[in-house]
């Protein structure tokens, strides 16, 4: 491999917040494994032109120009082989700001939206800190793996405005299939329903799946969607805070345009701007590396769970850095679960009941960091749990 990513990089006291345990009430001597980025240092190509734009040393307000918008084309049709228009992208502080600037411009106070819990929280904050009606179409957890009851997916969407998708999904693991996504696609259009594709984690995706765009499948799919994407799951650039949005649909962007006006925001950040140019331009080796070190920290997870603490199993992800563990077969309660992990295996992981219904006997955990740490991490789990 041509990067490092067993290197241990120090992060106290460096504003992180993944690693600042004692302002949020834990241990100081848990190890962070919770918040989704990385403890990998973003690759050099990022670094270097972060630095070059520092020696300009004029940090006005910026905008994106064609070069920025030719390598955000570029990098879309190489990847997903979804060719984007100038006009459908909107930069955004971040896609949680979209979200929010989706629901309201495009839903009013009492309508309802629907999501699919166990899912990443704000998605939900998102419903009810703007006053609109949370709906939960649960995922179904059979045989170790989540799929959707589309039953109750169509009676939920035919109460709804507007649904928010996670694809891939966070926590769960799933990359959606093309069959899935055309029926959800389908009864979407069948009841006017508008979608948030909600599309951050596209560039994780593990061997034999394939992400699929949305918006792409088909030209009416794409009409009701606003797809979020970003380059800081990927390249570990969440502190720069910039999001790529996509909206085919004039009016709805006009909609989405007004409304992220009315939040007061204007210009994005010129760092959000050059680290994504220079991701997108020259990070493509690196995050195949990434993908591989990854894949190696699943399988170790994988293992170590199976051959020493099966009572803990990991849900097969399909995408994401993000494991998902099923603890239930330890029969704690959620309080004694997280108590236990966080108070004798030192561990700062988050529990699966923040991520709504679904996420009881659940435990989420970042593995996004050197392979040492995660050792660590396992061999901590089960000098916890091994006599239970
Ligand atoms: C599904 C999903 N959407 C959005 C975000 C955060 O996006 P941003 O930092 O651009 O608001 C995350 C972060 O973990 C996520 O998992």
């Excluded at 980025?37 to 006005?60: K, L, N, Q």
């Excluded at 309508?111 to 899912?119: K, M």
């Excluded at 140019?277 to 199976?306: C, K, P, T």
Aim: charged content about 25%; overall charge negative.
């Amino acid at each position: 491999m041509k990067y490092n990513f067993n290197k241990i990089v120090n992060r106290q006291e460096t504003y992180s917040m993944k690693h600042d345990p004692v302002s949020r009430g834990k241990p100081k001597d848990v190890i962070p494994m919770w918040v989704a980025d990385m403890d990998f240092p973003a690759p050099p190509c990022v670094t270097s032109a972060i630095e070059e734009y520092a020696r300009h040393g004029i940090f006005g307000y910026s905008e994106p120009d064609a070069a920025y918008v030719a390598t955000i084309q570029s990098w879309f049709l190489q990847r997903f082989n979804w060719h984007v228009e100038r006009e459908w992208l909107i930069v955004t502080v971040g896609v949680v700001n979209a979200i929010y600037v989706a629901v309201r411009a495009l839903t009013e106070i009492g309508d309802g939206v629907v999501i699919q819990q166990p899912v990443y929280y704000p998605f939900e904050l998102s419903v009810r800190q703007t006053g609109r009606k949370l709906l939960v179409n649960q995922l179904v957890y059979e045989n170790e793996r989540y799929v959707i009851d589309f039953d109750d997916f169509e009676a939920k969407i035919k109460q709804a405005k507007m649904f928010i998708l996670c694809n891939p999904h966070n926590p769960v693991g799933r990359v959606w299939t093309r069959e899935e996504l055309t029926r959800m696609g389908e009864i979407c259009l069948k009841h006017n329903v508008t979608v948030v594709a909600d599309e951050i984690w596209q560039d994780f995706i593990y061997p034999n799946h394939k992400h699929l765009v949305f918006s792409k499948l088909t030209h009416e799919f794409a009409d009701i969607t606003i797809t979020a994407t970003a380059p800081s799951k990927t390249f570990n650039l969440a502190g720069l805070q910039l999001a790529n949005i996509f909206i085919t649909n004039k009016e709805m962007r006009r909609k989405f345009n007004m409304e992220y006006a009315a939040c007061g925001l204007s210009q994005p950040s010129i760092m959000g701007l050059v680290s994504c140019r220079a991701a997108y331009e020259h990070g493509a080796e690196w995050l195949d590396e990434l993908l591989v070190y990854l894949a190696e920290n699943m399988a170790l997870i994988s293992s170590f769970l199976q051959q020493r603490i099966p009572k803990i199993k990991l849900i097969e992800p399909e995408a994401t850095y993000l494991a998902w563990l099923d603890c239930s077969a330890l029969d704690l309660s959620q309080r004694e679960l997280d108590e236990t992990i966080t108070h004798k295996a030192k561990l700062w992981i988050n529990d699966g009941t923040r991520f709504g219904m679904g996420g009881e006997g659940f435990q989420r955990i970042n593995v996004a960091c050197p392979r040492e740490v995660l050792e660590e991490a396992l061999l901590r789990l089960e000098s916890t749990f091994k006599l239970s």
